[in-house]
């Protein structure tokens, strides 16, 4: 595949808030290449014939986990996952201490997941390898947002004057902080919307605690999850109000435009946030984001690999 001009500059992926829109358009057009590939029976480049990566995922992920295996194995790379819970982190091993251990292995690039923000950054200061965050706390997740961008871009071309609805829990969403940057960066109208408790205290968004309000005039919809694991006891509204408040419904969806998308970062509660008529409507494009986040993490880990040469 033909070199990035200029070449990507990046040791490290941990905020969307360090890529230019020339290398955010770079990700894309590589993705879409291996988008199309892994389409096919012949998945399997050898990219990262030689190259290591390891997973160090210290919270729970379907999505992001299986992904970035699946997107090293099909770049040839050797993949590793350290299981946490059968790992000497439960004998008290520090954070420091793990990374130092794994780095030792020689890998070319280490994928951090960690309930803490800023997880992934001190991770990249304490190893020679590159470091992907794969989700810091309440903060960022880079990853998710190129996916989510890149699924728009193929459904629409551009995201250029498309308004772009994120709404829940936006203030323990870490997909929220960093889809909002980057949704904004690629030209979108972004809003968010939610229940006080749930919106953040600053946010570049345009801010929305009314949700027919919100909807109105939208091209996509992305629901969020309640994320009790990041919040304080009794800090989530009352389950009834928020399903009566905040759930989208097909009645609901009809604010929106005629021709919305619908979204969702996943892991979904269905009939919580979302409905399952919704979540499973043929505007929906969940799944969708599942398999570009494949793509997306070949693209960044080709690109990452290739600035270390
Ligand atoms: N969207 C996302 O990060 O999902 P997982 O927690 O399953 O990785």
Redesign the pocket.
């Known amino acids: 595949m033909a070199a990035t001009i200029p070449p990507f500059p990046h040791r490290h992926l941990i905020s969307v808030n360090a890529l230019s829109a020339a290398e955010v358009k770079e990700i894309f057009a590589r993705a879409e290449n291996h988008w199309r590939r892994n389409r096919e029976t012949g998945k399997r480049t050898d990219a990262l014939t030689g190259r290591s990566i390891v997973n160090l995922f210290f919270?729970?992920?379907?999505?992001?986990?299986l992904s970035f295996e699946l997107a090293g194995k099909r770049l040839g790379a050797d993949v590793a996952t350290l299981p946490l819970a059968e790992s000497s982190v439960k004998k008290g091993e520090s954070f420091e201490d793990t990374l130092y251990t794994v780095d030792a292995m020689q890998p070319d690039a280490i994928i951090v997941?960690h309930r803490e923000i800023g997880a992934a950054r001190a991770a990249s200061e304490l190893v020679s390898a590159s470091v992907v965050n794969?989700?810091d706390g309440v903060a960022e997740?880079p990853t998710?947002a190129l996916l989510d961008a890149f699924t728009l871009q193929q459904k629409w071309g551009s995201l250029e004057g498309r308004r772009i609805l994120i709404c829940g829990d936006i203030a323990h969403s870490r997909?929220a902080g960093s889809d909002i940057p980057l949704l904004t960066q690629l030209g979108a109208d972004v809003r968010v919307a939610g229940p006080e408790v749930f919106l953040p205290e600053s946010t570049a968004a345009e801010t929305f605690n009314d949700f027919d309000t919100a909807l109105q005039g939208c091209d996509a919809v992305m629901m969020l999850r309640i994320q009790r694991e990041r919040m304080g006891e009794n800090q989530a509204p009352h389950l009834e109000d928020y399903v009566r408040d905040w759930r989208l419904d097909a009645g609901r969806l009809g604010r929106a435009k005629p021709d919305a998308l619908i979204m969702h970062?996943?892991?979904m509660n269905r009939d919580v946030e979302i409905t399952s008529e919704v979540a499973d409507h043929p505007r929906s494009v969940i799944r969708a984001q599942v398999e570009s986040g494949v793509a997306v993490r070949m693209a960044v880990l080709e690109l990452l690999m290739e600035a270390r040469a």
Do not use: K, N, W, Y
């Open positions: 919270e729970p992920s379907t999505r992001t986990l997941r794969a989700g997740h998710q997909v970062p996943g892991p």
